[in-house]
């Protein structure tokens, strides 16, 4: 009996209209048979955000591909909804591999926490299901050709040898022709922060309101970090993971005083 295709489900947070979800379904093609479920409307930034006070429905959509037409819904939800309704209602199996993106801009260092295209891959990992997230670094516009020749190399060698439980790759690439990237860096994502800077207005009704001008401050001079790969023009790979424990410092805190003296029995 034939190996029955791999099925990919591709998501991302740019909403399901946006040109690099076009493109990475059409680089997945070729390995499997690809489902589309995507925002309706943008949610990048919205991090790993799940709808649960309003209704979220999925809309049946026309998307098109080089090779045809591809099976797709558009959802009133989050980039995260989108992975869990689909594995839960929308497909017809559970999927071998989540592709999320290819996002508009990049997803490295302390921007991970707040990308959707990430938190969309993150939870198919939490599911339990292989996953990459693919981004794109220019902010508008540009050709997302080579980002989809990267992230069907990427996804090839994933569904070939598969990840660790809970284990996604997170890939930037480079705003360059293929020709001219330098090659491929596994890195750490770089200690970043925004410094946010308000700016404060005034409403019709003279109520102020703000609006966030932050400036990106990389804080990290050391090596193999995304954001100097992505500088370097290399593709940036970094295994992340969403287990926050702080594993490094249980022990240190098992040495504070947490309980009161009178629970501690002395
Ligand atoms: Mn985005």
Known sequence: MAARRPLILISNDDGIDAPGIHALAAAMVPLGEVHVVAPLLEQSAVGHAITLRDPVRAHPWPF?????????????????????????????????????????????AVNVIYSGTVSAATEAAILGIDALAISYCRWVGGDFGPSAVIAQRIARQTLQRGLPPGILLNVNVPDLSLQAM????????????????????????????????????????????????????????????????????????????????????S
Not at 217 to 243: C, F, K, M, R, W
Request: aromatic content about 8%; charged content about 25%; overall charge negative.
């Open 64 to 108: 098109r591909g080089p090779h045809g037409k591809i099976t797709a819904h558009a959802v009133t939800g989050t980039p995260a909804d989108c992975v869990k309704l689909a594995i839960d209602k929308l497909l017809p199996r559970t999927p071998d591999l989540v592709v999320s993106g290819i996002n508009q801009g990049p997803n490295a």
């Open 182 to 265: 330098k090659g491929v860096l596994i890195t750490r994502q770089a200690r970043s922060r925004w410094e946010e800077a308000y700016s404060e207005r005034l409403d019709p009704f003279e109520r102020p309101y703000y609006w966030m001008a932050g400036t990106f401050v990389n804080l990290d001079d050391g090596e193999n970090t995304d954001l100097q790969a992505l500088e370097t023009g290399y593709v940036s790979v970094t295994p992340i993971q969403h287990d926050l424990t702080a594993h490094d410092w249980l022990d240190e805190l098992g040495t504070w005083t947490l309980e009161s003296e009178a629970s501690t029995g």
